[in-house]
C-alpha cells in the first residue's frame, strides 16, 4: 500500500516513475507490504534470470514481491529518498524531504539481486564512481535519522498498517 501523496508518470527517459505530488517530510511513511500485495517464496522462482524477469517485483528476505499499488513504479538510486526500514510488514521510509515533483527512489542494493546492474544516477554515492562505501552502516544512519521524525509529521499510512499490524499479531498467536 502506497501512501496517497505520489503519482505514476512515463518519463522520456526511463519508463514508468513515481514522482510526489507534494511535498514529503522526512520520516514519512510511504508505503508498506499490504496484504493486496502479491509474495511468493523465493525458492518457487527458480534463478536471478527469472527474478529480472518479473518486472515491478522485488526480493525482500526469502520472498518476491510484487506490490499492489504505483509504488512498483519506485526506480533506482544509490542515493535514494526512501528506504526500506527493519521493521516488518516492508516498511518504507522517506530519508529526506522530497519535495513536489521530484522522482521518488530506492536502493535496489537492498535487494541483494543485481548480478551484471549497469547503474545511471550519477549521483555521488553511485555504486559506478564509489565502491567502498558502507551501505548497511549508511543505510543504518539515515533511517534513524528519518525515524525520529516519525512522530513529528503527517503519517497517511499509519492507520491501515497498524489494523495490518494487529492482524499480523492476532494470526501469529492463533
Ligand atoms: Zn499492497
Ligand atoms: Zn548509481
Not at 526500506?84 to 537492498?110: S, W
Not at 551501505?135 to 497498524?162: D, F, Y
Amino acid at each position: 500500500m502506497l501512501a496517497n501523496l505520489f503519482i505514476a508518470r512515463k518519463t522520456l527517459d526511463h519508463g514508468f516513475s513515481l514522482f510526489a505530488k507534494e511535498t514529503v517530510p522526512l520520516g514519512t511513511i510511504v508505503s508498506f507490504i499490504c496484504p493486496k500485495c502479491h509474495t511468493a517464496p523465493l525458492k518457487n522462482v527458480k534463478n536471478t534470470e527469472a527474478i529480472k524477469n518479473l518486472a515491478y517485483s522485488f526480493v525482500l528476505g526469502s520472498k518476491v514481491v510484487t506490490p499492489c499499488s504505483d509504488n512498483r513504479f519506485t526506480n533506482h538510486s544509490c542515493t535514494a529518498n526512501v528506504l526500506f526500514t527493519r521493521f516488518k510488514p516492508g516498511v518504507v521510509i522517506a530519508v529526506q524531504d522530497i519535495m513536489e515533483g521530484e522522482e521518488v527512489t530506492c536502493d535496489y542494493r537492498a535487494f541483494g539481486v543485481m548480478p551484471e546492474f549497469n547503474c545511471f544516477c550519477n549521483t555521488e554515492n553511485c555504486m559506478k564512481n564509489t565502491i567502498e562505501i558502507d551501505l548497511l552502516g549508511w543505510w543504518e544512519s539515515r533511517i534513524n535519522v528519518a525515524l525520529k521524525e516519525l512522530k513529528n509529521v503527517k503519517q497517511p499510512l499509519l492507520e491501515s498498517l497498524t489494523s495490518v499490524q494487529n492482524t499480523l499479531l492476532k494470526s501469529k498467536k492463533s
